[in-house]
């Protein structure tokens, strides 16, 4: 393993986790979700893995890591959960298993970023050397306040808008009409949050250079 290569770590808390009821149901249903999503996700070097009440990733590119996000949020919801991306090297080898003994500058900014957010109670935030890193918080600030009220509904039809599921799908999907959807995209801006989106991983990309 390349000790002086950048990578991607994930440290994200689950949001009052005493508080939820029927904790074993919700831990499956949790798993399901990030089974499939490191099974699909080609930038995953090591798997999500649910420790507790916190899920951890090692990633080689910044592509997908909002769409998993946005898509972890819709399966909890109204559970929230906080995702902190720490950019930086690893100095243990990775276990593409399970994310788990691990170590390094990548994981000690994920994790001092997830105490970040439990100070603010932001749902989102990058630490490392990317460019332009205060404004990509300063931005997740901002999506993270809109989203914060959010229904299951319009995560999921951003969750699904991110993988290019056409509108009449996700009507279908959530038992609602076209002209819902349209709306609901209309009154979320989730296509420019997609597009911000977009431009943060970017800029994460460039990061690992």
Known sequence: ?????KRIALVADIVGSRSIRERMAFDQRL???LT??????PHILSR???I???VQAVYSGAASLFEDAVTILATIHPVKMRFSYGVGTLIKPINPEQAIEMD???????????????ETGYLFTVVGDVPRVDLVREALNLVS???DEWNENRLRTLARRQDGVPVKEIAEELGISDQAVYKTIDA????VIMRLFDEIESAVETGLR
Request: aromatic content about 8%; proline content about 2%; hydrophobic content about 35%.
């Open 1 to 5: 393993m390349d000790l002086t290569e």
């Open 31 to 33: 798993v399901r979700c």
């Open 36 to 41: 499939s999503l490191s099974d699909r996700n």
């Open 48 to 50: 999500y893995t649910l």
């Open 52 to 54: 507790g009440d916190e």
């Open 104 to 118: 390094g500058p990548a994981f000690y900014r994920a994790r001092d970023g997830v105490n970040a957010l439990k």
């Open 145 to 147: 306040h809109e989203m």
């Open 188 to 191: 979320g801006a989730l296509e």
